[in-house]
């Protein structure tokens, strides 16, 4: 815009318009499929490469799908239907479909690891799921703190709840760093390596929003 206070130069540019409506016409020609092509693949790698943190999303496997029925059952007893992808998403990085307790939770039972089978692990997944869900909603904690308390613990939401209500990286971080007492172990993971170059603290695991996130399509609303 400033150019155009030059007298001359706006003379000039009158002078020249035919070349220019030549040129733009040219450009038009050459380049618009190129600009419409370029518009529909963009959204597309978007959605292949993810937009949060640059990590891929990736698809279920069908070790996982195949339980699919038996997860949409028990969550609709116990009133969570709404948060089946959560919870196949979490049978993903538990156990893959593979194995016993495919959903990890005989600890949240009290039992030693894997003494579920996998129907018995199932239905209590979708149990502990939703005290986590009426919990938060009665504290005011968000969708991602009952991801992380799936692998923490009831204890975590309380945690979120006393330091502003949402989780972050840095509040996952936090709450093991003291139950571990700041003891770390390597970990090899192309999310955490990602963020931290590949550790993290001797309890649970603090990535576990983001490893959950790559294997979901949508992302719930609710806070």
């Given amino acids: ?42 959204p597309s790698l978007f959605l292949v490469f993810g937009g949060i943190k640059g990590v891929k999303k990736v698809h279920l496997s069908q070790d996982v799908l195949r339980y699919q029925p038996s997860i949409e059952k028990y969550a609709q007893e116990y009133g969570v239907s709404d948060y089946v992808e959560y919870l196949l998403a979490i049978m993903q990085v538990e156990s893959g479909g593979k194995g016993n307790d495919i959903m990890q939770c005989s600890e949240s039972l009290g039992l030693s690891p894997n003494s579920l089978g996998a129907e018995e692990s199932m239905q209590q997944a979708c149990k502990y799921f939703s005290e986590l869900i009426n919990t938060a909603e009665s504290i005011g904690c968000d969708m991602e703190s009952v991801i992380q308390a799936y692998n923490y613990g009831l204890g975590y939401l309380f945690y979120v709840a006393e330091n502003g209500h949402v989780h972050t990286f840095e509040l996952a971080e936090e709450f093991a760093k003291i139950y571990s007492e700041g003891n770390k172990a390597a970990y090899p993971n192309p999310v955490a390596e990602q963020q931290n170059g590949g550790w993290r603290y001797q309890y649970g695991n603090m990535f576990y929003v983001e490893l959950v996130n790559q294997y979901l399509e949508s992302r719930s609303n609710w806070r």
């Fill in 1 to 42: 815009m400033e150019n155009m206070k030059n007298p001359n130069l706006y003379l000039t540019m009158r002078k020249t318009t035919g070349k220019s409506e030549k040129f733009r016409d040219d450009v038009k020609r050459k380049y618009l499929p190129i600009i419409g092509t370029m518009l529909i693949l963009i």
